[in-house]
């Protein structure tokens, strides 16, 4: 702490004198200040403890736990180039087949939260489905809905069975990481809005999963959720949200 001087005080040592009573109430505001100072001058500048032998500790390793874990650095790079490889893929064939696309219907009503839920449970997100759909505002909308589903179903996790939750994030990862790679850059800010509540939704499973004894934390599962916030941090541009 500074002990620099914050208010001016002229050095008139006919008020005060060096054996003032600091515990005496002081007549002027003036005649405080300069005792306050001569009260500073008596502090050491340094001051040393002795810590006693019952608060040490011997021999035992110090353990620290971050807030959360991901995967290393090189796996993190090999998914992200991965992630764009498939994602020019999907963008070539989508280009040479808009004809055939228009051609089919999609096998659900993707205007419907309840009945596109019930498809995504029952089905893969082959990438024929995936084609179905014949406008890039339809994939948006898509990825609204899944996320506004995501978001609302972990935020009470403590009053959830976490068997059903950790069925309920295989089939929404793998539905969000196909619906990503088809999207481009830059994003619409509802769909840029949705992305990062996945990755929030996404971030708080963890937190949860960390504190259940029972749930190891190498489980599939949570390879599943990093493999997500990885994906949106490091190919949309959503850097803060691997220190959240």
């Keep these: 702490m500074s002990q620099r001087q914050c208010l001016p005080v002229e050095d008139d040592d006919s008020d005060v004198d060096s054996e003032i009573n600091f515990n ?27 810590i006693p032998e019952s608060c040490i ?13 991901f995967q290393s650095k090189e796996w993190q790079e090999h998914q992200k180039d991965l992630f764009e490889n498939i ?15 228009v051609l089919k219907e999609l096998p659900m009503n993707i205007e419907e939260e309840i009945e596109c839920i019930k498809y995504c449970r029952e089905n893969e997100p082959l990438l024929s489905i995936i084609l179905t759909m014949d406008s890039y505002r339809q994939i948006e909308n898509f990825v609204e809905m899944l996320a506004d589903y995501f ?4 935020e009470d996790l403590k009053l959830k069975n976490l068997n059903d939750v950790c069925d309920e994030l295989v089939w929404i990862g793998k539905w969000a990481y196909a619906l990503l790679a088809c999207l481009r850059i830059p994003l619409g800010p509802e ?6 509540m996945i990755a929030k939704a996404c971030l708080n499973i963890l937190d949860h999963f960390k504190t259940q004894s029972n749930l190891p934390y190498d489980s599939k599962q949570f390879i599943h959720l990093n493999l997500l916030v990885t ?5 949309f541009h959503q850097y803060d949200l691997l220190s959240l």
């Design 151 to 154: 978001f609302e179903n972990v």
């Design 87 to 101: 994602r020019s893929k999907i963008c070539i064939i989508r280009n040479k087949n808009i004809e055939d696309r």
């Design 191 to 196: 769909v840029h809005n949705s992305i990062r």
């Design 24 to 50: 005496l109430a002081q007549i002027s505001a003036h005649k405080y200040l300069k005792s306050v100072r001569l009260e500073r001058e008596q502090i050491k500048e340094i001051v040393s403890a002795e």
């Design 57 to 69: 500790i011997q021999n035992e390793p110090v353990q620290i736990s971050n807030k959360r874990q």
């Design 231 to 235: 994906i949106i941090a490091n190919n």
